[in-house]
């Protein structure tokens, strides 16, 4: 059922890799950060900050949606209460998107890369709140988004680098030197950038 279900959307040159802001990123949103994206086509792109973390916590989120009361949230076991809320991109910040590992699925739930999906539904936030969720997930409001051609142009004018991702740096909690460890990935150290890199 897996590789049917993975093969009903076709993926994009960058679905599945980080962007990584290089240090001449004039957009405040977007300064040092490290973004997956989700979906790349000729239509645009979309992706998820994965460095940024959410004062908000997972509780919060479960008594808004009314999912828990008070009592409820009580009782909550401590992963539960644990789990990373991050400040996904600057569009829809009031919406939540679920990242995991492909062991949860639902009808919403659409592939992202062989090992990643993407959930946007309550379902999947009632299933973590019980304790019957992915093995590995993390809730992003908001998310960063590109029209058609903006992302090339921007990679082509130095604003970001990009290589495949790792599973391992998305679900990471350290938010603090990620981005110089998914700089690390391409063999890259933040002192060796600048603005005018790769121009000949």
């Known amino acids: 059922m897996m590789a049917t279900f993975q093969k009903k959307r076709e993926r994009g040159q960058l679905d599945g890799h980080f962007l990584i802001a290089m240090p001449g990123m004039v957009d405040s949103n977007f300064a040092r950060t490290v973004i997956y994206v989700c979906a790349h086509s000729s239509d645009g792109a979309m992706g998820f900050i994965l460095n940024r973390p959410q ?31 991050q400040s996904g991109g600057p569009v829809e910040t009031g919406r939540g998107f679920v990242l995991h590992s492909d062991d949860y699925l639902s009808t919403s739930s659409i592939p992202v890369s062989d090992e990643i999906c993407l959930t946007a539904t309550l379902d ?13 997930a993390t809730m992003m409001l908001g998310y960063a988004g590109w029209g058609a051609g903006q992302l090339e142009n921007e990679i082509a004018n130095n604003g970001w680098l990009n290589c495949p991702a790792s599973e391992d740096l998305i679900f990471d909690r ?27």
């Open 55 to 85: 004062q908000l916590t997972f509780t919060d989120v479960l008594r808004h949606l009314d999912i828990i009361d008070q009592d409820e949230a009580i009782r909550l076991p401590d992963k539960t209460r644990r789990f990373q809320i």
């Open 124 to 136: 999947i936030v009632r299933a973590i709140s019980r304790g019957e969720g992915p093995a590995r």
């Open 174 to 200: 350290d938010f603090g030197d990620k981005y110089d460890r998914a700089l690390a990935l391409m063999g890259v150290a933040p002192a060796m950038l600048s603005m005018d890199a790769g121009h000949a």
